[in-house]
């Protein structure tokens, strides 16, 4: 398993990244939409806690992300109208936006409101805005609104990630796959059925 | 009576005097808070009762003649929050309904290891009593005297937080006490 990018495919570490940000980002999601319709409790709380705590993680995964991808070389583009090249480009420009634009009205939401921001019951993080009760109802609203924009982007991330696997049968997808190994541009190993 | 059990009788009296002498009473003047600290989510918040009342009879040199006895009505707690001053009136917390007032009253006055004069007493709250030490620091002044007492008290001690509320890793089980009187003569 490569560490580090090739020309093929994407290394296991921007792999690793990819798959976990996206299972803690829509399980973090559904997660929110099911409790918030709980009836108040402490184990009500204690899930919030752990709904902030997972969203915190996403938005420290996305830092190292960030670094990761800045010593890491990436396979180039496969081939595909300019456009659709740029498109790709746009929106995953949008993603990661809406990756630390999401923790972050939260984060600022919970502040507004008056909670206490703990992680995983280890230690407090600071309060971005003071409390601030009309503050605090605008934020959860653009908390939530992002998450729908957020899936609309994905909407378009994962068509697009489709939209090469089953038409043009190119190597985007497969190439980002947790045990995928790209098609084409590989020398084959030994043993390896084209 | 005869002037010689007359005269020792005055003795008996002027004897005994020096242990007799009452402590100055005080009652509770304007500018007085009663409050505690509470820890949520390993953030402290403060709390104030708005209404208590408190009959104190102090002096540092006769503390044997001292006595604290404080009531605080247990409904009027604030925290700032609305959610948590929306929950700690609940039979959950503080059940108000069942148990409207707290009472302290001092058993007894020690001085600890550093000087400090230390008042040992019984808290009822939540229909529950137990005992309860506060720090004493009282200086007289021209109106009256500033009592300054602080204190900790565990809250599972007196059930306040029952249920999944008694979880100690969301809501500390300790609780700091602080009160500063502003005493006036009796």
Request: aromatic fraction near 10%; charge should be positive.
């Given at each position: 398993?490569?560490?580090?990018?090739?020309?093929?495919?994407?290394?296991?570490?921007?792999?690793?990244?990819?798959?976990?940000?996206?299972?803690?980002?829509?399980?973090?999601?559904?997660?929110?939409?099911?409790?918030?319709?709980?009836?108040?409790?402490?184990?009500?709380?204690?899930?919030?806690?752990?709904?902030?705590?997972?969203?915190?993680?996403?938005?420290?995964?996305?830092?190292?992300?960030?670094?990761?991808?800045?010593?890491?070389?990436?396979?180039?583009?496969?081939?595909?109208?300019?456009?659709?090249?740029?498109?790709?480009?746009?929106?995953?420009?949008?993603?990661?936006?809406?990756?630390?634009?999401?923790?972050?009205?939260?984060?600022?939401?919970?502040?507004?409101?008056?909670?206490?921001?703990?992680?995983?019951?280890?230690?407090?993080?600071?309060?971005?805005?003071?409390?601030?009760?009309?503050?605090?109802?605008?934020?959860?609203?653009?908390?939530?609104?992002?998450?729908?924009?957020?899936?609309?982007?994905?909407?378009?991330?994962?068509?697009?990630?489709?939209?090469?696997?089953?038409?043009?049968?190119?190597?985007?997808?497969?190439?980002?796959?947790?045990?995928?190994?790209?098609?084409?541009?590989?020398?084959?190993?030994?043993?390896?059925t084209p | 009576m005869n002037p010689m059990i007359r005269r020792l009788s005055a003795l008996t009296v002027a004897l005994a005097l020096p242990f007799a002498t009452s402590a100055a009473d005080y009652k509770v003047g304007p500018g007085s808070t009663l409050g505690f600290s509470g820890k949520f989510q390993g953030q402290q918040f403060d709390g104030t009762f708005g209404k208590f009342d408190a009959a104190i009879s102090y002096d540092a040199a006769n503390l044997a003649a001292s006595k604290f006895d404080v009531t605080v009505d247990t409904a009027t707690a604030k925290t700032g929050d609305s959610d948590r001053d929306n929950a700690l009136p609940g039979s959950d917390f503080l059940?108000?309904?069942?148990?409207?007032?707290?009472?302290?009253?001092?058993?007894?006055?020690?001085?600890?290891?550093?000087?400090?004069?230390?008042?040992?007493?019984?808290?009822?709250?939540?229909?529950?009593?137990?005992?309860?030490?506060?720090?004493?620091?009282?200086?007289?002044?021209?109106?009256?005297?500033?009592?300054?007492?602080?204190?900790?008290?565990?809250?599972?001690?007196?059930?306040?937080?029952?249920?999944?509320?008694?979880?100690?890793?969301?809501?500390?089980?300790?609780?700091?006490?602080?009160?500063?009187?502003?005493?006036?003569?009796?």
């Amino acid at each position: 398993m490569p560490l580090r990018s090739d020309t093929s495919r994407w290394s296991t570490v921007a792999k690793t990244f990819h798959w976990v940000m996206a299972l803690l980002i829509l399980g973090n999601g559904a997660f929110a939409f099911w409790m918030d319709g709980l009836k108040p409790s402490l184990q009500k709380i204690n899930m919030f806690a752990l709904h902030k705590s997972i969203g915190l993680t996403v938005l420290a995964l996305f830092l190292l992300r960030l670094m990761w991808r800045a010593v890491d070389r990436r396979p180039p583009d496969e081939p595909a109208p300019h456009w659709q090249q740029i498109a790709a480009h746009a929106v995953h420009g949008l993603l990661y936006l809406l990756i630390v634009a999401i923790p972050l009205s939260g984060w600022a939401f919970n502040s507004a409101h008056g909670f206490p921001l703990q992680y995983f019951k280890q230690f407090n993080l600071p309060a971005l805005v003071e409390k601030n009760p009309g503050l605090s109802d605008t934020l959860g609203t653009v908390h939530v609104w992002l998450f729908w924009f957020l899936l609309a982007v994905l909407v378009a991330h994962v068509g697009g990630a489709l939209k090469h696997h089953l038409i043009d049968r190119d190597d985007t997808l497969r190439r980002m796959l947790p045990f995928g190994r790209a098609k084409r541009n590989t020398s084959t190993p030994p043993g390896d059925t084209p | 009576m005869n002037p010689m059990i007359r005269r020792l009788s005055a003795l008996t009296v002027a004897l005994a005097l020096p242990f007799a002498t009452s402590a100055a009473d005080y009652k509770v003047g304007p500018g007085s808070t009663l409050g505690f600290s509470g820890k949520f989510q390993g953030q402290q918040f403060d709390g104030t009762f708005g209404k208590f009342d408190a009959a104190i009879s102090y002096d540092a040199a006769n503390l044997a003649a001292s006595k604290f006895d404080v009531t605080v009505d247990t409904a009027t707690a604030k925290t700032g929050d609305s959610d948590r001053d929306n929950a700690l009136p609940g039979s959950d917390f503080l059940d108000v309904k069942k148990f409207a007032t707290a009472h302290y009253v001092t058993t007894g006055f020690t001085k600890d290891a550093k000087g400090n004069v230390i008042a040992n007493g019984n808290l009822t709250l939540h229909g529950v009593t137990k005992p309860v030490a506060l720090k004493v620091v009282f200086s007289p002044n021209a109106g009256g005297a500033r009592l300054s007492v602080t204190g900790t008290l565990k809250r599972l001690d007196f059930g306040v937080g029952s249920g999944d509320y008694k979880d100690t890793s969301t809501i500390a089980d300790e609780v700091l006490v602080n009160g500063s009187l502003n005493l006036l003569p009796k």
